[in-house]
């Protein structure tokens, strides 16, 4: 059985009253959007397979990192689907068949996956830094607005999306900086393995990110390439920044302590033995005293007789 998709799916926004997209995917774009799908579907059992291989207590990186190539398998799916788009009117009209036409088929859906993905990138990140949460918070946001006056200036059809690109490509900086200068500074403070392991996941994640810019340019902005050939551009540097990053961060975490990183993380199987409920005094035997010799003999939370009286909380 074929891609049905498009046929099920129509590049026909029915919320626009029945808006048809000029420029849209074609059966050979979807295709693709499938095989990303598949390779974000796999990817996310397989990092989820290797979490248990470590304690629950030195897996919030795969937990962290299984939930970027999730929300991005979901994401890839609806794209696939021909869904998660709306038609905008282009600022550039070309002549050529493959963007030629007056809207263009713009995928919100990806931004979304953005919006979620990104920030969990940059946590994968910064945590390996051991960076201070100040940083690491200014920097999410940062990314936050790169995503959406990204979004903005893909759906506004004036010259006015270019400030948004703009402001966009500040925030990509201030995050660019945050990465490259101060986190890596942090990175080499606390040792070779983090260090190597940020140096090889940073410089893959920044060097991949100036890239987003100049697709959404190419796309988004200039409706200078096909919907086909952008699904194409994004599915690569997804792949390369989502999966192929997050296995290279795993690999380096086999030999990194998370409480180096300041991660001390609890299990309840790591509670000491003999304590009560949190926030409860806990007793054993009787709670009576009496005196010889005016020293106090009575046992209060397994204390012995005649040692000082010891309470556990």
Known sequence: MGNDALNVNPSIAAVFGGVVADISITEHGSDWLWAVTAIMTLSTLIILGMSFRVPRTARVFHYITASITLVAAIAYFTMASNLGWVPVNVEFVRSRDVVSGYTREIFYARYIDWFITTPLLLLDLLLTAGLPWPTILFTILLDE???????????????????????????????????????????????????RTFISCGVLTTFLWFLYPIAWGLCEGGNVISPDSEAIFYGILDILAKPVFGFLLLAGHRNIDPAILGLAIRDVADRPTGTGVRGEKTHHGGVGTTHHGGVATGTTAGTTTGAPVTQTV
């Open 145 to 195: 607005v790169m995503i959406v006056t990204g979004l903005i200036g893909a759906l506004t059809s004036t010259s006015y999306k270019w400030g948004y690109f703009v402001f966009g490509c500040i925030a990509f900086l201030g995050v660019a900086w945050n990465v490259m200068f101060v986190a890596r500074q942090h990175a080499f403070a606390l040792g070779s393995d983090i260090h």
